[in-house]
Antibody, heavy 117, light 109 residues
Framework: DVQLLESGGGLEQPGGSLRLSCAAS????????MSWVRQAPGKGLEWVSV????????YYPDSVKGRFTIFRDNSKNTLYLQMNTLRADDTAVYFC??????????WGQGTLVTVSS | EIVLTQSPGTLSLSPGERATLSCRAS???????LAWYQQRPGQAPRLLIY???NRATGIPDRFSGSGSGTDFTLAISRLEPEDCAVYYC??????????FGQGTKLEIK
């Protein structure tokens, strides 16, 4: 079975940094495009970043471009999200997902990031 | 940039009834990249439909998707209490961009 397990969330001050991890199992990780999607408390879903299977192609929406970096270690079956210059509106549950044909087909349970002083 | 608008905001129906949820795109989109998700309270979203009308693995045939152009529909027949959730549509464009609708909350009376 496909499993995605996020970790690394927590409380951080505005302007600070956090690194999220997503441990993947149950599929050939290196062949899958991966993504991070977030959900602010009580709000809808927002795509945050995407990375190709080889890790050489990445994309971001304008809301996080220049602050967030997605990367992966295929030898460890792990996806990462480095978040810098955090803002209060980055507060959300962050989900790790696989992508197939433009759809987010498998999701982890998420990790909560709270940005507050 | 494509904007997805879902309606209604909230839908309240009884068990056994049929739900019809709408997703309208601000411009014509490819059906190949239109998906629907279910998010039950306290859980992660789950893919229901991809390519506008294809059920994801393990999704019962009570769930069906249809539509083309700018108008897409998720239908849920024979409603069950476990269908109580927020449903999101989502579109992928080749920029790439991934856009979500704002969600429809389905309540089971």
């Amino acid at each position: 079975d496909v499993q995605l397990l996020e970790s690394g969330g927590g409380l951080e001050q505005p302007g600070g940094s956090l690194r999220l991890s997503c441990a993947a199992s149950g599929f050939t990780f290196s062949t899958y495009t991966m993504s991070w999607v977030r959900q602010a408390p009580g709000k809808g879903l927002e795509w945050v970043s995407v990375i190709s299977g080889a890790g050489d192609i990445t994309y971001y929406p304008d809301s996080v471009k220049g602050r967030f970096t997605i990367f992966r270690d295929n030898s460890k079956n792990t996806l990462y999200l480095q978040m810098n210059t955090l803002r209060a509106d980055d507060t959300a549950v962050y989900f790790c997902t696989t992508i197939l044909n433009g759809a987010f087909d498998y999701w982890g349970q998420g990790t909560l990031v709270t940005v507050s002083s | 940039e494509i904007v997805l608008t879902q309606s209604p905001g909230t839908l309240s129906l009884s068990p056994g009834e049929r739900a019809t949820l709408s997703c309208r795109a601000s411009q014509t989109v490819s059906s190949k990249y239109l998906a629907w998700y279910q998010q039950r309270p306290g859980q992660a979203p789950r893919l229901l439909i991809y390519g506008a009308s294809n059920r994801a693995t393990g999704i019962p045939d009570r769930f069906s998707g249809s539509g083309s152009g700018t108008d897409f529909t998720l239908a849920i027949s024979r409603l069950e209490p476990e269908d109580c959730a927020v449903y999101y549509c989502q579109y992928y464009s080749s920029s790439p961009r991934y856009a979500f609708g704002q969600g429809t909350k389905l309540e089971i009376k």
